[in-house]
């Protein structure tokens, strides 16, 4: 495998070549499943309590499944063993699109997956993920923590007996696979393509059939023609399910998912009744969970897109301006139609527009101009 030099680091770099991981060749340097037996149990029989917590994901999907397992083990960890959460896969005790009711009527007591599956609960959760054209992941954080993101989250989530916090984030996905080169917006009519919410909505705009298939169909859906086309997340996950052999056309930018946020949400009784102490953990540890897996999926998708680029052949395309053109307009239609169905998506829209038009210009004069910069000084 051959590495270019950057700042005359290449033999550091090529030693790290040898240990590339990616899907399926990876050293398990962390156990997904927290390792409990150093535990003592006397101290911890006072007060312990155990939740239940459901999720949208494969059981330790690398990622998205490994989130929730981390955010349980911190929680554990934290408080000496007394707060235990089992975590339970799509599946194990309710359907990954399930989570949500049975969260809020008790059936389960915390779920980790997108605020955006609820979309058929109320269409402003679609916020709390990810819109086409919306933020990255540094400025969903901002909005959530610091632009009134979280309060208005909160005032949502309520009304369905949950309180919910960011505790992931898979980083800027990508536009998809295509088993045919798109070089114009008229490509995308009659395509037929698995990508779900909001994305699927402006493919569908565009003449394209949008079909929101969960993970685990997308292979064999690509291989019976079924679909021309898919997103999935990035590299690293990409990678995992063989795409490339289906459907070789590899395109960025992931235009409907830039930065899309996970997240715990908690029955509020069950939060009710905790301490503030324990509340306080809980909020830790999805933090940790989210910040983990802002590091983990830029370590693993830099790694899984050179295996792709070098072992598999495959060049990643971007989207000319015609296509981005048309997909960003349509975008920004689909955005404003779902923002001002009605009043309580309205309220929670303006404060994401509001938030997005003061970050946008900073995030443009910080990393837009730097990466440009960087490209010039190092190559691209
Ligand atoms: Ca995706």
């Known amino acids: 495998m051959k590495r270019r030099e950057l700042f005359g680091a290449a033999a550091a770099v090529a030693a790290g070549t040898a240990t590339l991981t990616a899907l ?39 990622g998205l499944g ?5 955010f349980a083990k911190a929680l554990f960890d934290m408080s000496g063993g007394r707060l235990d959460v089992k975590v339970f896969a799509a599946g194990e005790l309710v359907g990954g699109l399930e989570c949500f009711d049975a969260v809020s ?4 007591d915390m779920y980790h997956a997108a605020e955006y599956y609820w979309q058929g609960k109320a269409k402003a959760f679609t916020f709390f993920t990810s819109v086409p054209m919306g933020m990255t992941v540094a400025e969903i954080m901002g909005w959530i923590d610091f632009g009134g993101g979280q309060q208005l989250w909160e005032e949502l989530s309520a009304q369905f007996n949950i ?16 088993k045919k080169e798109i070089n114009s917006a008229e490509d995308l009519k009659g395509l037929k393509m698995r990508i779900p919410g909001l994305g699927g909505e402006v493919i569908r705009r565009l003449g ?3 079909l929101a298939l969960p993970g685990g169909e997308i292979y064999q859906s690509l291989q019976s023609g079924a679909i021309d086309a898919t997103e999935w997340v990035g590299p690293w996950n990409d990678l995992a399910f063989g795409l490339y052999r289906e459907a070789p056309y590899y395109y960025a930018p992931g235009f409907h998912e830039a930065g899309p946020a996970l997240a ?10 905790l301490s503030k102490s324990d509340q306080a953990m809980v909020r830790h540890a999805c933090r940790y969970a989210n910040d983990t897996s802002i590091g983990e999926y830029t370590h ?3 790694e899984a897109l050179q295996i792709l680029k070098n072992e598999h052949g495959i060049t990643p395309r971007f989207f000319n301006d015609d296509v981005m053109a048309a997909i960003g307009k349509t975008s920004v239609d689909v955005v404003r139609d779902i923002g001002n169905s009605d009043a309580q998506t309205r309220k929670i829209f303006e404060s994401f527009e509001r938030a997005l038009l003061t970050y946008r210009d900073w995030t443009d004069m910080s990393d837009g101009r730097y990466i440009r910069a960087r490209q010039l000084a190092l190559g691209d």
């Open 66 to 70: 490994i989130m929730p397992n981390r």
């Open 163 to 178: 309180i919910a916090f960011q505790a992931g984030n898979t980083g800027h996905q990508m536009g998809g696979w295509f």
């Open 264 to 273: 715990v949400g908690i029955n509020l009784d069950i939060w009710n009744s």
């Open 300 to 302: 693993r998708n830099g």
């Open 24 to 62: 399926g060749r990876e050293k398990k340097a962390e156990s997904p499943a927290p390792a409990r037996s150093d535990m003592a149990a006397p101290n911890i029989s006072q007060n312990r309590r155990e939740f239940r917590l459901v999720t949208s994901w494969p059981k330790d999907f690398p």
């Open 105 to 108: 009527t008790g059936g389960a």
């Open 208 to 210: 394209g059939a949008a």
